[in-house]
């Protein structure tokens, strides 16, 4: 924080795992804004571990493990220890935006609804380049979730439900979270689930960050 409360601008990680979202999501609900609660995700981290804001891990094809998706930053690991994610800056080093589209293709293809998604999607990462702020890309990305779930005309819905049929928001959250793994980038959950996914931002497991 600045003087006299002014929030240091942060963005939110790259592909952030549902685990980071759930996060996100109790701080909304708290009555946080979206500025405030990534700055308050991005302050909970060991500096250390501010290089994993550039990396995001979604399902490999075909029954595959795992894939990494990561960004290179300019500069490399001396600037993702020092600076706030804020501030770093793309390199286009190895052509990772072909390589990004084509694995988030691959892999979410045939899913319900990373189609009606994908276009803006390959339109943010496809127009990366270098120099330009990594935290233009990756709330532009944070931009796409929230318009595909109505994050923000739902989440005084949600505020209101949690306060009188908490039990009811509990069923919802057991419901839409089965079968995700929330180590994987939010956007898996949004590429099979669509707008129902918001839901799976409610359960309670405490997320590792």
Do not use: N
């Given at each position: 924080?600045?003087?006299?409360?002014?929030?240091?601008?942060?963005?939110?990680?790259?592909?952030?795992?549902?685990?980071?979202?759930?996060?996100?999501?109790?701080?909304?609900?708290?009555?946080?804004?979206?500025?405030?609660?990534?700055?308050?995700?991005?302050?909970?981290?060991?500096?250390?571990?501010?290089?994993?804001?550039?990396?995001?891990?979604?399902?490999?094809?075909?029954?595959?493990?795992?894939?990494?998706?990561?960004?290179?930053?300019?500069?490399?690991?001396?600037?993702?220890?020092?600076?706030?994610?804020?501030?770093?800056?793309?390199?286009?080093?190895?052509?990772?935006?072909?390589?990004?589209?084509?694995?988030?293709?691959?892999?979410?293809?045939?899913?319900?609804?990373?189609?009606?998604?994908?276009?803006?999607?390959?339109?943010?990462?496809?127009?990366?380049a270098e120099g330009e702020r990594f935290?233009?890309?990756?709330?532009?990305?944070?931009?796409?979730?929230?318009?595909?779930?109505?994050?923000?005309?739902?989440?005084?819905?949600?505020?209101?439900?949690?306060?009188?049929?908490?039990?009811?928001?509990?069923?919802?959250?057991?419901?839409?979270?089965?079968?995700?793994?929330?180590?994987?980038?939010?956007?898996?959950?949004?590429?099979?689930?669509?707008?129902?996914?918001?839901?799976?931002?409610?359960?309670?497991?405490?997320?590792?960050?």
């Open positions: 924080m600045g003087p006299l409360g002014e929030v240091k601008p942060t963005t939110p990680p790259y592909l952030a795992s549902l685990a980071i979202y759930r996060r996100w999501m109790r701080l909304r609900l708290d009555g946080m804004d979206d500025a405030v609660a990534w700055r308050c995700i991005a302050d909970e981290l060991p500096q250390s571990a501010r290089r994993h804001f550039s990396r995001g891990l979604i399902a490999g094809a075909h029954s595959q493990g795992a894939l990494t998706l990561s960004v290179p930053i300019a500069g490399g690991a001396s600037v993702t220890r020092r600076l706030d994610p804020a501030l770093w800056r793309l390199s286009m080093h190895g052509r990772w935006p072909e390589v990004h589209i084509g694995a988030l293709m691959t892999s979410y293809a045939s899913t319900p609804f990373y189609p009606h998604m994908r276009p803006a999607v390959e339109d943010v990462i496809g127009s990366a935290a233009a890309m990756s709330a532009a990305l944070h931009t796409i979730i929230l318009r595909t779930l109505s994050c923000e005309e739902l989440i005084p819905a949600l505020r209101r439900l949690a306060a009188t049929d908490p039990l009811r928001l509990s069923r919802l959250a057991h419901q839409h979270s089965a079968g995700l793994d929330a180590e994987l980038a939010f956007i898996d959950a949004v590429a099979r689930k669509g707008p129902a996914a918001i839901f799976s931002l409610l359960a309670p497991d405490a997320p590792e960050i």
